[in-house]
DNA sequence: TATTGTTATACTCTATAACTATA
DNA sequence: TATAGTTATAGAGTATAACAATA
């Protein structure tokens, strides 16, 4: 999934202190740190995210997933007609209102979740290393607050 | 650059305590919040993104910028062709290595970029609304450890 | 030889508009 | 009427391969 990619070196620019850059900073560096991991797993950048919500909500509806991934309907359908093509996960017809698909992680797929959610998990570790334990569990808090901040309702 | 979009409301899923999920949702958070205030600055997500980076780092080479944004060197000539014919960056030839772009805010994009750093500095401030000061900056200096230690050198 | 950047080409990602089926 | 999802179409984003110019 990345090749020469993987080449390029460098470094976050700033020491900018404010929260935005910093997340994005944070974000693309474990993202990097991810892909170096997970070399070869075979699924893109933006389908790899969604199997992670999907796992996270499984039996989703697409709308309800589009909104988590901040795409629209269109492209989550989208993206879901490539899961399924390569089996990773299913459309199951909602019983009670014959409009809606729930999105569920396919069996096949089962083991490259587990092998995903090892290797994320990994990268949270790696990203952490430096701080001690009580440091860590400030942070997660502090960030599970700025989170709930910013849901809807977070108001 | 955003309309149908907005009127898709929907919320983070888990309570996941893991670093990476925690950042990846309030990225998407922080970037949802900055898409609705910007509304209309006539930029795609990624140009703007480009165009923050071109402003933290003037002056940087093309491969410097690919290194920043974690793409390909292919990748960020076609994104600042794009911002080149709105005018908003330059490309300046380097006297010491004729190879060289050195790329630059153009003039005429001055405004906007200003407009777009008073906006994510709000976006910055909302999210950190609940917290009292003292947390604040533990948090901002956690990331900041975070980042240098997932930053090449690092380890 | 290695590096900076570009052109050619192709696939993924994403959106708007228009539609079908269902509620 | 409103909602869930799709098809048609198009443009942005991104990559690999092959190349030019320069170091």
């Not at 096949?108 to 959610?117: E, F, G, I, S, Y």
Request: proline share 5%; with cysteine.
């Amino acid at each position: 999934m990345s090749t020469a990619h993987d080449r390029i070196r460098a470094a976050a620019p700033t020491s900018d202190r404010s929260l935005a850059f910093l997340i994005a900073d944070v974000m693309r560096l474990m993202r990097r740190d991810f892909r170096a991991r997970s070399h070869g797993l075979g699924l893109t950048p933006a389908l790899t995210r969604l199997l992670f919500y999907v796992d996270r909500q499984p039996g989703c509806r697409q709308t309800e997933l589009a909104g988590f991934l901040d795409v629209t309907p269109v492209t989550l359908g989208r993206m879901i007609d490539r899961l399924e093509r390569q089996s990773l996960v299913r459309r199951v017809a909602d019983p009670a209102d014959r409009r809606v698909f729930r999105i569920h992680i396919a069996s096949a797929a089962r083991p490259l979740v587990a092998r995903m959610n090892a290797l994320v998990a990994k990268t949270s570790e790696h990203a952490l290393a430096d701080l001690p334990r009580a440091e860590r569990e400030a942070l997660l808090g502090a960030l599970e607050r700025v989170r709930s901040r910013l849901m809807p309702g977070g108001e």
